[in-house]
């Protein structure tokens, strides 16, 4: 990945995922007792089996409540046991199954993953790998894959970091990910069922430069980095069907939207509006860099109302590090698809730096959102925090959440998950020298409106394992025992797919003269 900013013409080359690891990070260890302790009515946190050395995990819920996670092994995958791994849980996330694999990614997987599960609960996972990003399905709640797609979502030579999400009015996945000169996307065709992973596209959401000047149009991103996130507005009301693009922008966060044309089934997304930037969401610096609001991602939800709400973290101070001020979370909600906002509004009222922002939507006007912190360092870099420094997971419910008068009450979820610095991207010599936790962690609210988190535990020097801890707040009933749904037909993707050799981490390195 390379980025410019407007002050500064900066090339910076970045890794992703597991991508970023040295071999001896990406090599599965035994994991030690890191997971850190629950707090305020959180579960004891429960290790995943097999899940050492792995980092940056994604949790989503289907309709019944069976959870999955998945999360990079290696770029470069020579497994043949398939893919990156699955793990599945049937009750809560009590205890979780052994990893699945897609066979349809022997050799072509192990980046950066991502889940996603359509109406008919089939779970669809990509899974990066150096041309591309293979799409697999499955289509009896994770108990293996049925098929896939080995060029996946982008049969394209530079790609970075992709996301997926399940529009329900037009029965389609979408898939954006950032390639190289654009953030592109691409759906499953029209008139097939989802199950079918032929991806139609790539088609461009914003074009992006690398080299900048103070003639670059606010039209185009001064970042070639990834997008921070991808939601649909499922719901009947005014913007059913658009499709909304996050990203970190040289103003500060800004999305992109598309809506669907033509008749339903055979409607999709053809254009795209944007940038449309949130506004104060660079709290009033006057960004010139979209680095500083990058650390790493940028997570967007839409509720049962059709309100928009966007996330992030926001670096004070910004030069090549956080100043004073460390990085904050806000959100902004938006009641008129994106086109006006309100906000930004701060999550992290406790002191301490933070890191790694993740949301999502319990019931319209109410979110779950959390992050790492590291209380003792109100000042701080995350890269260049103490090395004594131990680092929590911390949660907030907010209420009124579509209103200027949020109640938001952070509090730890979990305590000391990690000792030290954290890597969030390339700032040269400051950098963090530890990226066993990779670029981010989630966390899903069950259909009951339960916060469930999977997040990583350790550090670069004892290790790291994922880790599952819920709050309950509403009693779910169990999982009931259904027959797996028929495989169906699975077309194949087409094209030719140019090897790329591709790096990237957050992205904010090395300057060069301009």
Known sequence: MFQGSRSRRIAVVAVCGAA?????????????PYGGTAQNGFTTPVALGSSGGLGEPTIIHDSANRLFVTAPQGIGNVNTGGGSPLFTSTNGGATWGAPVRSQECTGLSGGDTDLAVDGSDNVFQTDLWLGGSCLSVSTDHGGSFTAGNPLGTHPAGFDDRPWLAYNKISNQIYAIWDGGS??????????????????????????????NTSGTPDSVRECVCPPGGIAADNTTGAHSGRVYVSYSYQHGTAISYGDLTGTCPACTVTSWTGPVAIPGSDTGTGSVSAFEDEWNFDPIKVDGN?????????????????????????????????TTWHGPIKLSTLTGTTTFPTMDVVAPGVLDAAWYGDPSSTTTDPNTVPTTDTWNVYYTRVTGADTDTPTISPEIAVSGMHTGCIQTGGNGANECTDRSLLDFFTLTDDTCGNPNVIYTGGDVTNGVQLYFTKLTVTQCSAVTAETPWAPLLLLPGSGIAVFALRRRSRRRATALAG
């Open 306 to 338: 059709g309100t928009l709400y966007v996330m992030w973290a926001h670096a004070y101070n910004f030069n090549t590090t956080a100043g004073t001020g460390g990085v904050q979370m806000f959100y902004s909600y938006s009641t008129t698809g994106g």
């Open 20 to 32: 970023a690891l040295g071999a001896s990070q990406v090599t599965a260890r035994a994991a030690g």
């Open 182 to 211: 654009s953030i592109n996307y691409s759906y499953t065709a029209s008139g097939q069922p989802p199950q079918a992973v032929q991806m139609v596209g790539p088609g461009v959401v914003v074009p992006e430069s690398a080299i």
